[in-house]
């Protein structure tokens, strides 16, 4: 029997902004160290060590706005993590861990008023496994929050480095899973053109920070550990042969570990995954890789294509149980949805 289009889907990846947030910051915004303008397009904030930012405003600030979107899309709740252009990972430590903190409370509490059709990601500050594991702790156990969305090697941070193993070793003992999702300011810069950075150097960073995590043991040593890669994964799904042979070459292990499972391959379906790959034949790819039950909807809700059409490349290329998973069974099982 056919499933009908549109209906009970869960959104595993989008994005907020509050304008909570962002009023407070810009009253303070001397003691942060950054600058806030407020433009006809929404506020401008200015992060140190970086380019200002696109102003942040409209559906990106606020819940209300995405019912409508919701309904259309049979949408019936969405997950939603910080817009990361402003997680502050450029800040001093100090004042990073604020900053994290006064985001994630204003994110729970929207999402709180906003209903029972929303659920909320929270972020952590990247210069201290110790002070990432306690924001997440806070932010699970005290805020209601379901989970993290991190960036993947954002400017000079290195997400996969052994200082955040505390960070890791929490999220497995919460049981909630940590998205891996390309940042706003990357790496890219080394590697790429500008003009690719959306396209390739978002992907990029979760290709490659993923590969990291593998190969330096992370998921062994947190077996329960429930990793989720945005953009369907980036290219790894694609180019883990090449992990594979490099690793069992010899030539590509980091520091020497042995992976428990005997292989880079064994390791991705084990973590999870979005719909958001802007092609039906990468996604079917996917799905044939690691099977439709560690895949879930994702919009990139306010940014993208996936925004406009959604569920629409998963319907065309699934089968009715794979749709089923990808619309709503995976993502309950991941977010404690019921």
């Not at 915004?29 to 970086?50: C, I, N, Q, W, Y």
């Not at 997950?79 to 729970?108: F, M, Q, R, S």
């Not at 993947?152 to 960070?167: I, M, R, T, Y």
């Amino acid at each position: 029997m056919m499933i009908e289009a549109h209906t009970n889907c869960i959104d595993g990846h989008a994005h907020l902004a509050p304008r909570s947030f962002l009023d407070a910051v810009a009253g303070a915004s001397k003691a942060f160290g950054v600058t806030v303008e407020r433009t006809d397009a929404g506020h401008a904030v200015g992060l140190p060590h970086m380019p200002k930012l696109r102003p942040a405003g409209g559906r990106l600030v606020e819940l209300d706005s995405r019912e409508e979107w919701m309904a259309s899309e049979g949408v019936t709740h969405q997950v939603t993590g910080p817009w990361l252009d402003i997680v502050g990972y450029t800040l001093h430590p100090k004042k990073e861990v604020e900053w994290v903190h006064l985001l994630n409370e204003h994110i729970a509490a929207d999402v709180s008023g906003a209903g029972d059709s929303f659920r909320a990601l929270a972020t952590v500050p990247l210069r201290s496994g110790d002070a990432a594991a306690r924001e997440l702790e806070w932010a699970v156990n005290e805020a209601g929050m379901v989970g993290a969305m991190v960036p993947s090697d954002p400017v000079d941070v290195d997400v996969a480095d052994p200082s955040l193993e505390s960070f890791w070793a929490t999220a497995a003992k919460l049981g909630v899973p940590v998205l891996l999702h390309g940042a706003s300011h990357s790496k890219w810069e080394a590697f790429g053109p500008s003009y690719l950075a959306y396209s390739m150097g978002r992907t990029l960073d979760t290709t490659i920070l993923a590969a990291k995590l593998i190969l330096g043991g992370v998921m062994d040593r947190h077996p329960s550990l429930k990793l989720a890669l945005c953009h369907g994964g980036g290219a790894l799904p694609y180019l883990i042969g090449r992990v594979e042979d490099g690793y069992k070459r010899g030539i590509e292990r980091r520091d020497g570990h042995e992976l428990e499972l005997g292989g880079p391959t064994e390791y991705l379906p084990k973590m999870y995954y979005d719909t958001v790959t802007m092609n039906e034949r990468s996604l079917r790819m996917l799905i044939d890789f690691v099977d439709s039950s560690h895949i879930m909807l994702g919009s990139d809700y306010v940014w993208g294509p996936m925004a406009q059409e959604f569920s629409g490349p998963a319907e065309r290329t699934a089968n009715d149980k794979e749709l089923r998973n990808m619309r709503h069974v995976t993502a309950e099982h991941l977010f404690g949805i019921s």
